[in-house]
């Protein structure tokens, strides 16, 4: 492995010696072509907080972040390896109390061992892969999706910072009408994060994930396909033993689920999927006891006329229970659909997304006006959502409805994207006849594209406006506002403005803008703004420069939440490709 390793290291240093296979080189990747990426981000945070030892200091607790993360990938055809390595240094982010060096927060949590105190390097990724007519065998890191991912799905969800890969042995094979594909390693979660703040560097708890599905495909109109998931759970950081360990745990849950697609029967694309979950464990339902849990996701569409109609289905029963201790590094390992419209969820909704008892559905249609041109849309979910622990601020079973309605312009010059709509969780009544009344939503969101003289200008805004229910600790309403206003020159250079507006109770971060307003007689700052500069040099190499402030909050993608902190700061970003 180290003949692979040391000629990646060395592209690092100086990438464009390796652009052409070396002369005399010899073996499986004699002829590979060497690729990359240097993705580097210095960060300046600051804080306003100060110490009563140190009343006349501002900006005591500021410091700096660098982040780079380096990805290479050598390709020799039938053969393939690849690794990413990650590298974390914090400058400034201690003072002198007393002349002993005080460091405001420790960046290694339990188990992670580093020589500096305020560095960390890691090899994240790892992996080398061979590929055949028929079949592919990978060793090292990878990624792995059955179906819809309601068994299992384990990708990269960047949007919000999450990578999390199976450290093992992956198999595909091909047979004529039949696919196989097969999974065992344990999970390897990003330990640095790109975009987020670095604090508190955790060691992995590697789970154990173990998979295997078939798909038979060209039953006439229909392909089937079937799996099993076998998981073991890490309760705790063990950096003693080898992340392999995982394989002498008992095994916590066994899921088993077959799915069936239909083309244009009745006219109708068909998908139906279904799984079953044994929970072997009880720490997986820390609010009840241990029992089976059930989900069953479908969907079809079909075109009659200028319409797309698609017509969603889901019924989620303790499914989300094996995602309980993985939830806790920030990651899931199974992600279904959740019909949701995401860039809307609160802290509130991402309890229905994210719920142990929810069933409903979504129907919508997409109007082909002037196909290419002109696409408004409606949608309508509703969701009878009876969990009531954990996430969830509801005491009693909620129905949700939500409709929304869009539409997309695509102009010679102009576009239009808009999308608005309004969403009710009405709370059923309580045993004594408690009103708990309603979450309420409204919300708009627009993207709109116009000439800006020889350039090309975009403005994007999105608004909600939340009301609470009655709830045991009662919040209050709030509203979350977001303007972006980019100006896109010739040269790759582009120049965008930024405000946010947030009042929500439910978030810590603070605007950098001196807007102070009162609430229960304590101060608070709603607005947020900032700029930054893009600038894409040439091809495969792009800078940004970021000055100013963003609110925290709940963002959700591909069916997984997470909360991110807020910024306060500069942010300087050189992504390369080579």
């Not at 993985?326 to 994210?354: C, H, K, M, W």
């Not at 792009?542 to 997984?560: E, H, V, W």
């Amino acid at each position: 492995m180290s003949r692979i390793l040391l000629p990646l290291l060395g592209s690092a240093l100086c990438p464009s010696a390796i652009a052409e296979p070396a002369a005399g080189r010899e073996g499986p990747l004699a002829e590979a072509s060497i690729s990359g990426t240097s993705d580097f981000e210095f960060r300046y945070y600051r804080d306003d907080r100060t110490l009563p030892d140190f009343p006349d200091e501002d900006h005591l607790f500021d410091y700096f972040e660098a982040v780079e993360r380096l990805n290479l990938l050598a390709d020799g055809g039938v053969w393939q390896v690849g690794a990413q390595a990650d590298l974390l240094g914090i400058f400034w982010s201690h003072y002198y109390l007393d002349d002993q060096k005080v460091y405001e927060f420790d960046l290694h949590g339990d188990g992670v061992r580093f020589p500096a105190p305020a560095a960390y390097a890691n090899v994240e990724k790892l992996w080398l892969t061979g590929r055949g007519e028929r079949a592919e065998a990978q060793l090292g890191d990878g990624y792995v999706a059955f179906g819809r991912g309601l068994a299992l799905n384990l990708v990269k969800n960047t949007d919000i910072d999450i990578d999390t890969s199976v450290r093992g042995a992956h198999a595909r094979a091909s047979l004529g009408m039949w696919d196989l594909a097969m999974v065992t390693g344990v999970t390897n979660a990003q330990q640095i994060l790109q975009d987020n703040p670095n604090r508190q560097v955790r060691a992995d708890k590697h789970h154990m994930v173990s998979g295997v599905r078939v798909d038979r495909y060209g039953l006439g109109p229909a392909n089937v396909g079937a799996h099993g998931v076998l998981y073991s759970f890490n309760r705790a950081v063990e950096p003693t033993l080898s992340p392999f360990a995982a394989y002498g745990r008992p095994v916590d849950a066994v899921v088993g689920g077959a799915n069936l697609e239909l083309f244009g029967v009745g006219g109708v694309d068909w998908y139906l999927e279904g799984d079953v979950f044994h929970h072997r464990s009880q720490d997986l339902f820390p609010d009840s006891e241990a029992r089976l849990g059930y989900t069953a996701y479908g969907s079809a569409s079909f075109y009659p006329g200028k319409l797309t109609v698609l017509i969603e289905a889901k019924h989620y029963v303790n499914g989300e229970r094996v995602n309980y201790l993985p939830s806790l590094d920030n990651f899931e390992v199974a992600v279904g659909p959740t019909l949701e419209y995401e860039r809307v969820i609160t802290e509130d909704s991402s309890a229905a997304v994210n719920s142990n008892d929810i069933t409903g559905g979504r129907v919508r249609v997409d109007i082909a006006a002037k196909p290419g041109v002109l696409i408004p849309y409606v949608s309508l979910a509703s969701f009878r959502d009876r969990d009531l622990g954990l996430l969830h601020f509801n005491t009693t079973p909620e129905t949700i409805v939500h409709p929304v309605a869009g539409l997309e312009w695509f102009g010679e010059d102009l576009h239009l994207l808009l999308n608005g709509g309004y969403r009710l969780d009405m709370r059923d009544e309580g045993e004594s006849g408690e009103d708990y009344g309603a979450d309420q939503m409204a919300h708009v969101d627009a993207s709109f594209g116009f000439p800006l003289g020889p350039a090309h200008g975009e403005l994007d805004l999105a608004v909600q406006r939340f009301w609470w229910g009655v709830n045991l600790n009662q919040q209050h309403d709030f509203t979350i506002g977001t303007v972006a206003l980019a100006g896109h020159f010739e040269r790759g250079l582009s120049v965008i403005l930024y405000s946010d507006y947030s009042d929500d109770p439910l978030i810590d971060s603070v605007g950098n803008i001196p807007l102070e307003l009162e609430r229960d007689g304590e101060p608070y700052r709603p607005l947020y703004g900032a700029a930054e500069l893009q600038w894409q040099a040439f091809e495969g190499a792009t800078f940004k420069a970021f000055y100013g402030a963003y609110r925290a909050g709940i963002r959700c993608a591909g069916g997984q939440c997470r909360l991110l902190p807020g910024f306060n700061g500069a942010r300087l970003t050189a992504t390369i490709t080579f």
